[in-house]
């Protein structure tokens, strides 16, 4: 069912591997054609069919610094040697046009943009309309059943996964919504009463 947002929003979904979010995002995507995903930037070689500024922005190492240092991301991290971020203009300029944004970031981007949204003034378009949501497993026992059963990991990779979900887990007051994806139709009720109420106020 197409749906409408009274106001343009940042939503900063974050999840733990294997609790819902990309089936999530994809929901609201389509229900919710105002809505685009975040373009990152990245210092990497574009594979096979990636197109520059669809799938990502493609920057050489000096430029990425560059923007760094005018402080032009609203986060930033090295992943296996390369540089991701997201900058703040296609962001500003998606939601002057009307266009929401969604972000689905880890925790510690999502604290990021959290730092960069709250330094920015009280009136600015992306601080009047970010919502931050976490997304997580009705418990970690559930998450490594899930995780299990796609079978693509070693007993050791599940170990570091675990590990990792636990820490993320962890953080979870920091965002002002969470969503326990137990059930996915009713995490996805949840999800829309969340974004609708923020694009109300």
Do not use: W
């Amino acid at each position: 069912m197409r749906r409408r947002l009274m106001k343009p929003l940042l939503i900063v979904m974050s999840a733990p591997s294997g609790a819902g979010k990309t089936t999530l995002c994809d929901r609201l995507l389509q229900d919710y054609p105002e809505i685009t995903y975040s373009v990152s930037c990245t210092t990497r070689d574009p594979r096979g069919l990636e197109e520059d500024g669809v799938d990502y922005f493609f920057l050489t190492p000096a430029a990425f610094a560059e923007r760094v240092a005018a402080r032009r991301f609203m986060e930033h991290a090295t992943v296996h040697g390369n540089r991701y971020g997201t900058l703040r203009e296609p962001v500003e300029e998606a939601m002057a046009e009307g266009q929401s944004v969604l972000m689905d970031i880890d925790v510690e981007g999502a604290s990021q943009v959290r730092a960069f949204v709250e330094a920015l003034p009280a009136g600015h378009l992306i601080r009047a309309g970010f919502v931050d949501i976490f997304v997580r497993p009705p418990s970690l026992a559930a998450l490594r059943v899930r995780l299990e059963g796609r079978g693509e990991d070693s007993e050791e990779a599940m170990d570091v996964r675990m590990e990792n979900a636990a820490g993320e887990m962890a953080r979870a007051d920091e965002f002002g919504h969470q969503i326990v994806n137990d059930h996915l139709e009713t995490a996805y009720r949840e999800l829309i009463e969340v974004i609708e109420a923020a694009g109300r106020s």
